[in-house]
């Protein structure tokens, strides 16, 4: 096994690719914009990792996505040799390419959240149909709840029902134009600015401190993000032990107009991993429901409880 391992990597290019992939999982096209190679050229060089059984394939939708074998054999191997292959300029190159695509895509998904703020109550009616989302998350919500916090709060829709269940509500989002139409929103109810804060900021960084919030929710937004599992990590941080986590999300599905017409990234998620992220995030899981609405979409709502630290 060792042997076909060395062999599959006895070429520089092989070893830029796993260089990059050990840190990121990218499409082909990206892997392609890294190199500036040929995208035929990229194809075979991941074929002949791929067959090694050093890289692992994910299929999205039209899309595909690679990254470093996460376990196994060809796992240790290769955190065996990572001390070995010390980053040249190529390397360094390459990994800065990589973190432009990264911050590509988050301000992309910025303009395209504030290009279509004003319509994005009617796109998720168009999703939701009659399926009352924010109805169910403040259902979730924990009796005598200090601060309530929605994370990629959008238009304020979820957020303005969390205010009867808990004693003050944050809303965290990137789009600075949601943000406005959420107070916009909240100010038209009469809602005391002293009962909210509206905080502009990243999922995988939140402008939260430490146990903040005893209730905590993402609604239909992992499938926007580069990294969806560093967002639940983000997640468990502010939550105080015992705090509650409700994800609701779509589950796996082929329909590739979501990607074009709602900007998402994900073409939903397999229960499993769901499931994994937020148990290596620290969460334990403690409800699923599941419910059809509109484009024939599953959508998932899965409750979990913080756990007081996270597994090591």
Same mark, same amino acid.
């Given at each position: ?31 392609? *914009? ?126 303005? #029902? ?20 959420? *107070? #916009? ?23 939260? #401190? ?26 468990? #941080? ?13 589950? *796996? ?53 913080? *756990? ?5």
């Amino acid at each position: 096994m060792s042997l076909a391992f060395f062999k599959a990597l006895s070429d520089e290019t092989r070893l830029r690719l796993i260089h990059i992939l050990l840190h990121y999982e990218l499409s082909v096209n990206e892997l392609v *914009r890294i190199l500036d190679m040929g995208q035929s050229r990229v194809s075979r060089h991941l074929k002949i990792l791929t067959e090694a059984g050093l890289l692992s394939s994910r299929r999205d939708g039209l899309w595909v996505f690679y990254a470093a074998t996460p376990v196994g054999q060809a796992h240790d191997f290769l955190q065996a040799i990572t001390p070995f292959m010390p980053a040249d300029a190529a390397m360094r190159a390459d990994m800065g390419m990589a973190a432009h695509i990264l911050e590509e895509r988050a301000r992309k998904t910025r303009q395209f959240f504030n290009a279509i703020a004003e319509d994005w109550d009617e796109l998720n009616h168009e999703v939701l149909e009659d399926f009352d989302l924010p109805g169910r998350v403040a259902a979730a919500v924990p009796q005598q709840c200090r601060t309530a916090v929605d994370l990629g709060c959008g238009t304020g829709a979820v957020l303005a #029902r969390l205010l009867p269940r808990a004693g003050n509500v944050i809303g965290v989002d990137g789009s600075a134009r949601m943000l406005e139409i959420c *107070r #916009r929103r909240l100010e038209g109810e009469g809602v005391p600015e002293s009962r909210y804060s509206l905080r502009i900021g990243e999922l995988d960084h939140l402008p939260l #401190r430490d146990h903040e919030a005893d209730f905590a929710c993402i609604n239909l937004v992992l499938h926007h993000l580069s990294e969806p599992a560093g967002a639940l990590a983000e997640a468990h #941080r502010i939550l105080a032990p015992g705090g509650r986590l409700l994800v609701a999300d779509f589950l *796996r599905h082929n329909d590739e107009t979501m990607r074009s017409r709602y900007g998402d990234r994900w073409l939903g998620f397999a229960l499993e991993t769901l499931t994994e992220h937020l148990q290596s995030a620290g969460f334990v899981l403690t409800g699923n429901e599941q419910s059809t609405v509109g484009r024939h979409l599953q959508l998932v709502l899965l409750t979990a409880e913080a *756990r007081a630290a996270r597994p090591i």
